[in-house]
């Protein structure tokens, strides 16, 4: 039984990690956790995908201390906090555009496409947001 947070995300896809189960991590968010992961997809997440028209894949949502730890997340990293999430589609870099185009609130948007990377991260952090839109390592600006 999966539990739908809204059109096209669910609370589990927002919480898997391979390296989790990999490496048999509990991957369990919190209650103040869970609000984050609803108002990250409720805010941002779904209206962003409702524009984008096609499918956005979670690569990476939640993660307790120990996973962020094991996939070498930043130590202040918001996915820690139910507060981002990494999604993958065919075009990043157009998805940013599109969000930076759009009507919609965020804290940071991290483009990765890096030769390695190639996925948008996506943060939301209510009555904080910043609208930042930033560039991983190794990924150049405009293309
Ligand atoms: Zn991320």
């Not at 103040?32 to 805010?43: A, E, G, Y």
């Not at 096609?54 to 201390?65: A, D, L, Q, W, Y």
Request: aromatic residues 6%; glycine residues 6%; positive net charge.
């Amino acid at each position: 039984m999966k539990t739908q947070i809204s059109k096209n995300f669910t609370l589990e896809e927002l919480c898997h990690s391979n390296t989790a189960i990999a490496q048999g991590i509990d991957n369990i968010p919190n209650s103040t956790q869970i609000i984050h992961l609803k108002k990250l997809v409720t805010n941002l997440l779904q209206p962003l995908r409702d524009m984008w028209g096609e499918p956005m894949i979670i690569h990476s949502g939640f993660r307790s201390e120990e996973t962020n730890r094991a996939v070498g997340g930043v130590v202040n990293s918001q996915h820690k906090e139910g507060k981002a999430a990494d999604v993958r589609v065919n075009n990043p870099r157009k998805l940013q555009q599109e969000l930076i185009n759009s009507y919609l609130e965020w804290d940071q948007s991290i483009l990765y496409d890096d030769g390695r990377n190639y996925f948008l991260h996506l943060s939301y952090n209510e009555g904080q947001n910043r609208k930042q839109v930033l560039f991983s390592k190794g990924t150049v600006a405009t293309k």
